[in-house]
C-alpha cells in the first residue's frame, strides 16, 4: 500500500494551493479518503472527508467555504483546493485512507508574508 500527498509548498496570505494524493496498493473507489493536518505544537486534526462516488464531502469550520476537496476514482487520487490561504493553514497535511487506516507522509504548506 502506498499514499503519497504532493502538492505543499510556500505561499502568501491570500494565495491558493491544491494537494494530490496519489494511491495505490488498495480499491481506491471504495475508500472513504480523507485530509488531515498538523500544525507544530498542535494535534493532528481532520480537515475535509469525500465518500466512495464523492457522494458527501465534509469540512472542518476552519476551512468551509475556502477548501474544496474532491476524487479522481480513474487515477486513484484524492484533491484539496485550498483558496485563500492564511498563516493559520500552516501545517503538514497528510492523506488518509479511512477504511484501511493508510496514511501518507504528508506535504507541508506554509503561508507566510
Known amino acids: 500500500v502506498q499514499v503519497v500527498e504532493s502538492g505543499g509548498g510556500l505561499v502568501q496570505p491570500g494565495e491558493s494551493l491544491r494537494l494530490s494524493c496519489t494511491a495505490s496498493g488498495f480499491t481506491f473507489s471504495r475508500y472513504v479518503m480523507q485530509w488531515h493536518r498538523q500544525a507544530p505544537g498542535k494535534e493532528r486534526e481532520l480537515v475535509a472527508s469525500i465518500t466512495q462516488g464523492g457522494d458527501t464531502v465534509n469540512y472542518a469550520n476552519s476551512v468551509k467555504g475556502r477548501f474544496t476537496i474532491s476524487r479522481d476514482d480513474r487515477k486513484n487520487t484524492v484533491y484539496l483546493q485550498m483558496n485563500s490561504l492564511n498563516p493559520e493553514d500552516t501545517a503538514v497535511y497528510y492523506c488518509?485512507?479511512?477504511?484501511?487506516?493508510?496514511w501518507g507522509q504528508g506535504t507541508q504548506v506554509i503561508v507566510s508574508s
Open positions: 488518509y485512507a479511512w477504511n484501511g487506516g493508510y
